[in-house]
């Protein structure tokens, strides 16, 4: 690999990671959920409105969940699959999903973080599976004629275009 | 890793600005920040010491356009220069889609910058991606110091180009920024690519919106 690659999200994964967000959030009784790829994007994300700028917090998840993975591998340990922050009121829950992806839950004195640990799990499983299949669709979208791998093609002009002053 | 969202229609691409301590990595986003319009960016982040040196990164978003209907949208990263800092400055570069590497032009500084550029090629090595064929750019900062080295010097330095193996792409190629100039050329019978350059004066934003489109243009011609 020379590079860092290209994945794509469709709308029928977005609607399903929707789907699984949203049943987590009722059963847990959490605030709101957001899934973050671990180059810090927000893929989805469900629940209360937000009321910080989702795009910065999602590189801020990113780059507290990197840097704990690197203390996990300095103690010994090959990750931190989850991580907790408590607040005074608010807090938030961190989950590894399939290494690529992260699970971020954040909930109040509704619930509690034992509640939360413990739907987040079957979450995790449900998205782990999801992202598995989508990521060996965009492997094996590497040949052309696939929705991914044709977005931009013949798009040169458009792309100088753009940058023209 | 650039990322499509077709539920969103965004194209999400990550960029790093890589160069040694104070080399004005932050001054460049700072200066982006500043000059697009406020629908356009996002909040910019900075964790830096209360000293104002950058400790983890610097992130700004910043949309550049819509093409084929979808939201060209760049994350802009910069990573902590100072040498103490490698260990979260590795991390910044997870899932890169294009590096400018900011270098300071002063006579005095060049031992950082080999320095900076030799950290940068490793911490790549490392994730298994290979700096000379995803989207590179060296900026040749703070052109306006009167201790600046010549261009040529910090061209020899820091970019003299590597072997060009892809049969494809070897052929001479023009500079399209600096007339003269080769980015592919054959020396003493080996083929050289070297890295498109930029001079530049973060602080007043002379050369850095040149910088961030040169490289966010091959970002998204490596996607088509």
Known sequence: MTGAGTWSLNEGDYKKIT????ALLKESNARCALLVDRTGQLLASAGEKL??????FASLTAADFSANDQLAKMIGEPEF???????????????DVARRVILVVLFDQRTTVGMVRLRVKQTVGDLSALFAEMFQRAA????????QAGLLEGAEDEIDKLFDD | ???????SREINCKLVYYGPGLGGKTTNLEHV???????TRGKMVSLATETERTLFFDFLP??????????????LYTVPGQVYYNASRKLILKGVDGVVFVADSQIERMEANIESMQNLYDNMAEYGYDLTKIPFVVQYNKRDLPNAAPVVDLQEQLNPGWPLEDPAKQKPTPDPWHEGDMLVEQVEGTWIERAPYFESVAITGDGVFETLKSVAKLVL???S
Do not use: C, W
């Open chain 2, 62 to 75: 910043v949309d550049l356009g819509t093409i084929r209907g979808f939201k060209t949208r760049f994350h």
């Open chain 1, 51 to 56: 009321s910080f700028d989702p795009t910065a």
């Open chain 2, 33 to 39: 920040y500043g000059k697009v319009a406020p629908d």
């Open chain 1, 19 to 22: 789907v699984h967000l949203t």
């Open chain 2, 221 to 223: 011609k490596t996607l």
């Open chain 1, 81 to 95: 699959a989850s991580l907790f922050h408590q607040g005074d009121k608010e807090s938030m829950y961190l989950a």
């Open chain 2, 1 to 7: 890793m650039s990322m499509i969202n077709y539920a």
């Open chain 1, 140 to 147: 094996s979208a590497e040949s052309p004629g696939t929705e």
